[in-house]
């Protein structure tokens, strides 16, 4: 089996803004910021149990900071990441 792990993260003060804009914006229309506030806070606490997870695991892991968005870049350090490991 040749498993690999792909952690993509969001640093903290980009959090609600990525939240906002993620797939389907929509769907954070009407919320309140006390909502809003809940999400951000989640996804806080839930990253480093996330990195944890990972450190643990025998699985080959790649984490990506996604703060800029450029996804082609991160799919070519996904891609490179898989390569080195055949």
């Known amino acids: 089996m ?6 993509l993260t969001v640093s903290p003060e980009n959090l609600e803004q990525r939240i906002i804009c993620r797939r ?16 951000c806070e989640l996804l806080l606490e839930q990253q480093p149990a996330y990195r944890s997870q990972a450190a643990n695991s025998i699985i080959p892991t790649i ?11 991160y799919a070519k350090q996904i891609y490179l990441f898989n390569e080195l490991l055949l």
């Open 63 to 73: 984490e990506i900071n996604t703060d800029n968005k450029d996804w082609e870049s």
């Open 2 to 7: 040749r498993a690999r792990c792909t952690l």
């Open 24 to 39: 389907n914006p929509h769907e954070w229309e009407g919320k309140t910021s006390k909502e809003m506030k809940l999400a």
